[in-house]
């Protein structure tokens, strides 16, 4: 009997030392999730507090696993802290939390326009899975992003079924292509600053409406943040003056949680397919713990939005996405 409590009375220093460890690990974690929420508030003071933005979902799963911790560790004020910074992720996020009847909206009786984009990644060699997934999902538009002329190539079947596109190759990430089963009454490239967009004017039987396909410059320097910020105040500048119904689809690098993004969206009057529809990551496809929701479709009021939805990876590191719109007829 001695030597079992001897035993007990040796492997419980053992178990508070790592019990200590722990403790202070989850400190740490709080303390670091705390310092990111509050960095990111500065998201237009510098471009790197901006990048910390995108990662308001992460930053939200971590603080209620951690608020779960602290409270078993009977630490109130980390607790009270972290709850806070749990409350700064939550706003920009709410609007983007799943509602219900948001997903089984309803038409109002007109006819739908399924729009599909989707980044290719200019380097994959791989479109079988892209032509089955448009072969299934049959959409009326689709934008396809990072297109080279092998890709093109890659594509050419959907001509047939696509009788009427713009499609706008190049050598780098930058190539773009829009394919529509409907009939397109204006259909052309332009710069929009240092990367191409499409602006196509589609009808359709409730009238016609605008589409603007893009691929805004990746924020991965101070230059290109500006650039990508001054393409978004373009982009909602175009809306403001939009005469039609718009839709603007594609591949934005940046997420709804971005202030710039929210600019843009404001100026424009838009709102996106996503909202109310869960967070809807797109890229990374090979790290999905850490996805932001990087493509987007926004539409101005004269849309219904019916249907959002992500579609499987298609060997690109963006999933694609799909958004199924009803145009409200006007008199």
Known sequence: ?????????????????LAARLGRAVLALAAASLAVTVLALGARLWWGFELLTHFRPQYAAGQLLLLAALALARRPR?????????????????????????AAAAASGNASVTVLAVNVEWRNPRA?????????ESPDLLLVVELTEDWRQRLAEL????????????ADAFGLALYSR??????????????????????????????????????TTARWLAERNRQLELLGELASEAALPLVVAGDFNATPYSPYFGDFLDAGGLRTTLAGRAPGLTWPTFLPVLGIPIDHCAVSEEFIVIEHRRLPAVGSDHYPILARLALERRP
């Open 1 to 17: 009997m001695r030597l079992s409590s001897d035993r007990k009375l040796a492997a419980a220093p053992g178990r508070s030392a």
């Open 78 to 102: 980390w607790c009270v802290a972290v709850l806070a910074g749990l409350a700064v992720n939550a706003v920009p996020l709410a609007p983007y939390l799943p509602r219900l009847g948001v």
């Open 128 to 136: 079988d899975a892209l032509l089955d997934i448009v072969r299934r």
């Open 159 to 170: 001509e047939l079924a696509y009788p009427h596109r713009v499609v706008a190759p190049r």
């Open 182 to 219: 409907l009939p397109l009454e204006r259909a052309e490239t332009f710069d929009l600053e240092t990367t191409a967009a499409i602006d196509a004017e589609v009808a359709t039987p409730a009238g016609p409406f605008r589409f603007l396909g893009v691929h805004l410059r990746p924020p």
